[in-house]
């Protein structure tokens, strides 16, 4: 398997696994708010990238997501 048919299943497999996981988040305040909104605009942006063939900005952008994800859940601004 080439490393682009790789990094192409890795993205397909998180951007879902985010997509699921985004399905049970809220958030408490209003910076968790802003996080949704960098969160879903980051997710937006994996796709463009990966459509237009750019798969490291495209697995880039989701870590960013995943990471803000996280982070909101750890300090009380997201819940799940």
Do not use: P, Q
């Amino acid at each position: 398997m080439s490393v682009e048919a790789e990094l192409t299943g890795e993205i397909k497999k998180w951007s879902k696994k985010l997509d699921t996981s985004l399905l049970d988040v809220y958030a408490l305040d209003n910076r968790g708010a802003k996080m949704l909104e960098n969160i879903y605009a980051y997710r937006k942006d994996s796709n463009h990238f990966l459509e237009h063939g750019d798969l490291i900005k495209s697995f880039e952008c989701l870590i960013w997501a995943w990471a803000m994800l996280e982070v909101g859940k750890e300090h009380g601004h997201l819940k799940r």
